[in-house]
């Protein structure tokens, strides 16, 4: 980002690559259908914070802080709670994951089923949950700089990624014992 700030095209071309697939998958994590819009609104706020960037943190923690703050900007606008947003029966996430064309429908049923069952999952999560266990997972962030990032205490980081993990493991063990 420093390169980038100082007139270098090419390393903001090297910072988007590497974050481009992570910022997007956790922004849809959190806002499927708006994934696009906040994606384009996060990128926009790097590129115009060129000229002022300072290095307060590592980059991740940086671009994730704007990507939490852009989230929480969109939850208040639209004045509905975080788990409305996820209680749309047209939308299908497991209608959007590719699979191989050469599988049999059956192993591709089972693949989806499984799918849908992982997300539902990560949906049942407390949206504060949610958004730190797919900040240490999507970016490998530290407790730190998740804390950093979401604006919190390293403890309580630290308590929502270990109650987002037990919740995963308790839900997630239902999908073993049913053999999907």
């Keep these: 980002m420093l390169a980038y700030r100082d007139?270098?095209?090419?390393?903001?071309?090297?910072?988007?690559?590497?974050?481009?697939?992570r910022l997007y998958r956790f922004l849809a994590h959190q806002a499927r259908d708006e994934?696009?819009?906040?994606?384009?609104?996060?990128?926009?706020?790097?590129?115009?914070?060129?000229a002022h960037y300072e290095v307060a943190a590592k980059f991740s923690t940086w671009l994730f802080r704007i990507a939490h703050n852009r989230l929480m900007d969109h939850f208040r606008a639209r004045g509905r709670?975080?788990?409305?947003?996820?209680?749309?029966?047209?939308?299908?996430?497991?209608?959007?994951m590719p699979a191989p064309a050469e599988e049999a429908p059956p192993a591709l049923l089972a693949r989806r089923q499984a799918a849908r069952y992982i997300l539902d999952c990560l949906d049942a999560l407390p949206a504060p949950?949610?958004?730190?266990?797919?900040?240490?997972?999507?970016?490998?962030m530290?407790?730190?700089?998740?804390?950093?990032?979401?604006?919190?205490g390293r403890e309580t980081a630290k308590s929502r990624l270990r109650y987002a993990l037990d919740r995963l493991r308790r839900c997630l063990a239902g999908l073993r014992e049913t053999g999907d």
């Excluded at 994934?35 to 060129?50: C, H, I, N, P, S």
């Excluded at 709670?81 to 996430?93: F, H, K, N, Q, R």
């Design 81 to 96: 709670g975080i788990v409305e947003l996820y209680d749309d029966p047209e939308d299908d996430p497991a209608e959007r």
């Design 35 to 50: 994934a696009d819009e906040l994606f384009q609104d996060v990128w926009m706020k790097v590129v115009g914070a060129r």
């Design 142 to 152: 530290t407790l730190e700089e998740i804390a950093n990032a979401a604006g919190v």
């Design 129 to 140: 949950q949610r958004e730190t266990f797919l900040m240490a997972e999507e970016s490998g």
């Design 7 to 21: 007139g270098d095209a090419v390393a903001f071309e090297a910072l988007y690559g590497r974050w481009r697939g």
